[in-house]
Structure formats: C-alpha cells, structure tokens
C-alpha cells in the first residue's frame, strides 16, 4: 500500500461546479501536510498548506482529518485555468525532508 | 530573484554515460533535493541536503551522486546511465512557511532525462 494514496482521476467537471479531492495516508506519525499543483509538463507548485483547524484560500478549502488519516480538497466555482494535477503531500515530520507525494489526481474544467 | 534554476531542460544518453544535472537556488535556502517523477507514481526523493557538506539518502538514492559544497548549488551526478533512470528530474529547495513554520518546497522546472 502506498503511503499517500489518491483518485487519479481525471475528474471532468463544468466551468462553476464545484469539485473535490480527496487523499489518505497511512503514517499517522505524519506533521504536516500539503496541497501542490502541477500544471502538464510543469514542476509542482504549492497551493496551500492545511492545518487541523481546516484553511481557506479564496475558492479552495483543505480539510485535514487526523483521526481518519485523509486530506481534502475543495473547489469551489472551477475556472478553466483549474485545470491541472493536484498532488497531495506529507511530511512525516514539520522541519525535515521526509516529504512523501502522492500521484496527483488529474482536474479537467471544461466550458 | 529566479528561484531554483536547473540545467539542462532536456538531455538524450546512451546506456551507460554519465552526466550531471545542475541545480543553483537564490533564495539561501538550507535544505535542497533531488526527486524523479514517473508516470502514476508520486515525486520520490533520491538525495537531499541540510547545508552545505551535509547530504543524506532518500528513497531511491541508487545509481546517483550528490555533493553540496556551497549553500546555492546542488548537483545531481548519473554515474552510468540506465533506461530505468528515464524520468522527469526535479530540484528543489526548502523554507519555513505558513502558520506552523513548517518546511515547504519550492520547485525547479524540471529535467527531462531519457536513457536510449
């Protein structure tokens, strides 16, 4: 079992809909955590970051269930430029490198 | 301010010729590293670096090279190239950010590497 698991996807939704991701893990030793997103043939890119609390950053929200082991991802009023692979990330700890990467779940918004 | 710079963009070897894919950053940051991204898999980290004359292991460390002699560079070194070494290279730096403090990377564009 990989230690970040999402939906691939892709996920084809309208322009407007609202659309989420979801992604679990298995190290419940886990500290941080992370949504980046990468556009085709581009390098990842952070999108935010998520506390237990649960953030919102304009259209998106992130949710982090430590109990359950599983990070989402909100969007909300998809625009086309949306569009892209959203990786969800972990840090088996705050200060380190032990970042672990899931395989991204792929986005399209279409007109 | 360019971030994280690495070079070349794109490199063609034959099975068993060496290279090295150079990393600088800018931003003075401590920790840098190297991941390779296949299809369906998430990055895997190869090498990484706490400073400068310190590097360490990651998940998939075989086959490469690193050092570290000064904070802005990183090079990743391919001893003798195999096809399993196909892949889209990433470097990267790290910085404390948001709320809690905690590491964030920020990415180069990318290295395409294709091993014939």
């Known amino acids: 079992r990989k230690e970040v698991e999402q939906d691939p996807g892709p996920f084809n939704v309208p322009e407007g809909a609202t659309v989420a991701f979801n992604c679990t893990y298995s190290n419940s030793a886990s500290q941080s955590f992370f949504w980046y997103r990468q556009d085709c043939r581009k390098e990842p890119k952070l999108l935010m970051s998520?506390?237990?609390s649960g953030n919102e950053d304009g259209r998106f929200t992130a949710q982090l269930n430590r109990a359950s082991q599983y990070i989402s991802l909100l969007i909300r009023d998809s625009k086309l430029s949306d569009s892209a692979t959203y990786l969800c990330v972990v840090n088996r700890d705050n200060y380190g490198q032990n970042f672990v990467f899931g395989p991204g779940t792929r986005l399209s918004v279409l007109p | 301010n360019a971030g994280v710079t690495q070079t070349p963009k794109f490199q063609v070897l034959k099975t068993g010729q060496s290279m090295t894919l150079q990393c600088a950053q800018d931003m003075n940051h401590e920790y840098m590293s190297w991941y390779r991204q296949d299809p369906g898999m998430g990055l895997r980290l190869i090498h990484y670096?706490?400073?400068?004359?310190?590097?360490d292991q990651g998940e998939v460390p075989n086959g490469y090279n690193v050092s570290r002699s000064t904070t802005e560079d990183f090079p990743l070194r391919l001893l003798s190239a195999a096809p399993s070494q196909t892949s889209v290279y990433f470097c990267?730096?790290?910085?404390?950010?948001?709320?809690?403090?905690?590491?964030?990377?920020?990415f180069g564009a990318g290295s395409r590497l294709t091993v014939l």
């Open positions: 998520v506390y237990s």
């Open positions: 990267a730096s790290s910085y404390r950010a948001g709320r809690s403090g905690a590491n964030v990377l920020t």
């Open positions: 670096s706490v400073g400068a004359g310190i590097t």
